[in-house]
């Protein structure tokens, strides 16, 4: 394939900035039937792959050229003197060809980047194939319809692009690293026609910034999704006379017919340049997105010592390489690699056949309830006790009991050990594979406190040794606080239940968090704590047997803790000087308030309002005594007068009088010759109010559908962020500016 070269590297104009491209490769010509037939019959010959007729077809329709990978099947009688790819894991043989396919062929797959996030679609169902006890290089995932089909690629292109893109290097010198690729069958819960395709596993990112470059500079993630989809799922459209042909070949035929038009588009930009001037951008954007190279897994043989059945054994090593991949290469975020690596190792357990101490279901159903499969309102059934409240911190602690038991905990962190191919797991690192899976229920309503929340997970989390041990059982109650009294009498199935309970709402509300040494200091304060512990210390040290202050914080942080919000302990708004919500106050506080053991509710109270909890509380009461020796008495008695004053946490009021009219702005009929300055001012501060207004109700109601899905990101991409957010510094420090000109009116309040 001939290309345009230049004595020189062009430089586009790619946005804000420049990028130099070397080399402007031809778009290459359909292939030929011949050749594509060629190939599936070698494939359907070949003894060393596994793959239905329908596959091969998909293969051979994606292959730039199937001739080249007709001839690594043909050789390939000999697994010892194959060209094909081999990689060995634990399990299986994977065998895999070397081939540039069509960007428009490849579906995009599951995205395991954002495996930890919750999205507005669902992801399909996703089950293995096997024939006659060998399992087969292709997937089955089923969707409710082909409608869900189109939103879920949409979706996964769009997130993928909102959190990285190769963009700008693609442009400059094509898709270097080959994608990871296999076939797959769409399946459709309303009986649609099936269809047979191929998904990237591994390159998803590659996979759609290419799409990126297609689109142009100022396409944002959801356009370029829109453009990938409309190319991906276009269908043929049949005459009345032609014979009916199947979905599959009707797609199959949209997509060529799109390449055929992006092929003309590009040899008429080519046309326009002439043969001394340089390529147009449009026609570099064909050029470097219009092909990628893959490797197509084609082949799985099975190794002897497996506990996995066949139909799940090519999916499991398949995703072991792509983990190694991502801990080698460019890795999945902590919580992505502990979704993947936590809900791998649990099937193997249950493919292992342990048992769980769950309800009928068993160890199935809890691995469903872990993954997001089942909800937290499914609690009771899973374990066969309708007693259980089927609320998301009910999920948590049946959940962190059931995984830490000693059979489970150990054979879990064993085979977590071999996916992750690491030599030793500690408990730190095993409570680090939990945190993602016992959030799932608040992921959304409790973002802003979700990364806290992972790192305190992966610094101890709740699980201290006595969490750890065999011989007791959560005790189900609707009240945690009526745990308290029963825990203080020497029953430990109730001190460890409160353990579990207060200790997840804790974390999960940024109360507990991993502690640094920056955070140390010898004055109560948000963000101190007075002496430096693990977060499973502290855990263990509130739920330590006699110490009533450490089992009431946690008994009033289970039993105040809500799912689908954040308590004002954990926000910033004091922080940064800003009132509170006012929508959140109408729906009543959320917040935790410190222990006081002499009052008759055990709530402390300064000035009428009961004292916000801050983390240095939480502790102080996990080792009071450790605590006085540190502080000293003159402390004590600074922090005795500290806690009788306000904590900053009033609510202040809101800053717009309800009713405000929307007032039309006169400075828009007038000009400003005509009216006075002073009328000028009361106008457009009228404008100001109103438009302010506005802006908190629009940002209101962006956090309210923030609250149901992670992705995509409400305010948009980085660069939108970045503008927005310097337009309303912009705002806020004028108004803060003015400050000084208000500082003697009562009405003013900080």
């Known amino acids: 394939m001939s290309a345009y070269t230049a004595d020189e590297p062009i430089t586009v104009e790619w946005g804000k900035q420049q990028i130099e491209v070397s080399t402007v490769d031809q778009v290459p010509d359909a292939s030929d039937v011949d050749e594509r037939n060629k190939l599936v019959k070698a494939g359907m010959r070949s003894p060393l792959v596994a793959l239905p007729e329908d596959a091969w077809h998909a293969v051979a329709r994606a292959a730039v050229t199937p001739e080249t990978v007709a001839l690594q099947l043909r ?24 081939s540039r396919v069509w960007l428009s062929e490849l579906f995009p797959a599951i995205q395991p980047r954002t495996g930890q996030e919750i999205l507005a679609v669902d992801d399909p169902q996703v089950t293995g194939m096997a024939e006659n006890g060998k399992p087969q290089a292709i997937l089955r995932y089923r969707y409710e319809s082909l409608q869900h089909l189109k939103r879920h690629v949409q979706q996964t292109i769009s997130t993928t692009l909102y959190r990285n893109s190769y963009a700008e290097s693609i442009l400059a010198r094509r898709v270097t690293r080959a994608l990871i690729v296999h076939p797959v069958i769409y399946e459709f819960d309303d009986g649609g026609e099936p269809v047979c395709a191929l998904v990237a596993r591994d390159g998803i990112t590659r996979l759609a910034s290419a799409w990126k470059v297609l689109a142009g500079p100022d396409s944002d993630p959801e356009q370029v999704a829109a453009l990938a989809v409309e190319a991906l799922l276009a269908q043929y459209q049949q005459s009345a006379n032609e014979p009916p042909k199947p979905l599959t070949q009707r797609m199959a035929l949209g997509r060529q017919a799109r390449r055929k038009a992006l092929r003309d588009e590009f040899a008429r930009e080519m046309a326009k340049a002439g043969a001394d001037k340089q390529p147009s951008l449009r026609a570099i954007q064909i050029a470097q997105s219009h092909v990628v190279p893959a490797h197509i897994t084609v082949g799985a043989q099975v190794h002897e010592r497996t506990a996995l059945n066949a139909e799940d054994l090519f999916d499991d090593a398949l995703r072991s390489i792509l983990a190694s991949v991502h801990v080698e290469f460019k890795p999945w975020d902590t919580a992505a690699q502990n979704v993947e690596v936590a809900g791998r190792a649990l099937k193997r357990v249950l493919h292992g056949g342990t048992g769980s101490g769950a309800g009928k279901d068993g160890l199935h159903a809890v691995y469903e309830l872990a993954v997001g499969l089942r909800a937290a309102s499914d609690t009771p059934h899973v374990y066969g006790d309708q007693s259980i409240p089927g609320t998301g911190l009910w999920r948590a602690v049946q959940l962190l009991h059931t995984l830490t038991r000693p059979n489970i905990f150990e054979e879990l962190r064993t085979r977590a050990k071999e996916i992750k191919g690491d030599r030793r797991m500690t408990d730190k690192g095993y409570a680090g594979l939990l945190g993602p899976i016992v959030d799932h229920p608040w992921r959304s309503t409790k973002k802003a406190a979700a990364q806290q929340a992972r790192n305190a997970w992966s610094n101890g989390g709740v699980l201290f040794k006595e969490v750890l041990e065999d011989g007791w059982a959560p005790t189900v109650t609707e009240d945690f606080r009526t745990l308290v009294e029963p825990a203080l009498k020497g029953n430990r199935d109730a001190r460890l239940t409160l353990a579990l309970a207060g200790g997840t709402a804790l974390i999960a509300d940024k109360l507990l968090t991993r502690n640094v040494g920056s955070s140390v200091g ?32 946690l008994a009033w942080a289970a039993q105040r803790f809500e799912d689908d919000r954040l308590p004002r302990n954990s926000g910033t708004r004091q922080q940064l ?29 300064a000035e009428g309002e009961p004292v916000m909890l801050l983390e240095w509380d939480v502790v102080v009461a ?20 500290e806690t009788a004053e306000p904590d900053g946490t009033a609510v202040a009021p809101s800053p717009w009088p309800e009713g405000t009219e929307n007032v039309e702005d006169s400075s828009q009929t007038a000009s400003d010759v005509e009216v006075p300055v002073e009328q000028q001012i009361r106008d457009r501060r009228r404008t100001l109010n109103n438009c302010l207004a506005d ?19 409400l305010l948009g991409p980085a660069e939108d962020w970045k ?4 337009i309303a510094l912009h705002v806020l420090n ?5 400050k000084a000109d208000y500082a003697d009116e009562e009405q003013i309040e900080e």
């Open 723 to 726: 503008t927005l957010r310097d």
């Open 695 to 713: 802006a908190r109700a629009h940002v209101d109601a962006l956090a309210e559908l923030g609250q149901t899905v992670t992705f995509p990101p």
């Open 622 to 641: 996990s080792d009071p005594a450790r605590a006085r020796q540190t502080l000293g008495p003159a402390q004590d008695a600074e922090q005795d007068d």
């Open 522 to 553: 010898m004055t109560r304060a948000p963000g101190k704590v007075p002496f430096r512990s693990d977060v499973h210390k502290i855990v263990e040290g509130l739920a330590r047997e006699g110490n009533e202050i450490g089992l009431r914080t």
């Open 75 to 98: 050789e390939s009688k000999d697994a010892r003197a194959s060209l094909l790819l081999e990689e060995h894991v634990d399990g299986a043989t994977l065998r895999s060809v070397h």
């Open 734 to 738: 004028t108004i803060q500016n003015h």
């Open 577 to 605: 000087g800003l009132p509170y919500d006012q929508d959140t106050e109408k729906q009543g506080d959320y917040q935790h308030s410190v222990v006081d053991l002499q009052a008759s509710d055990h709530i402390l109270v």
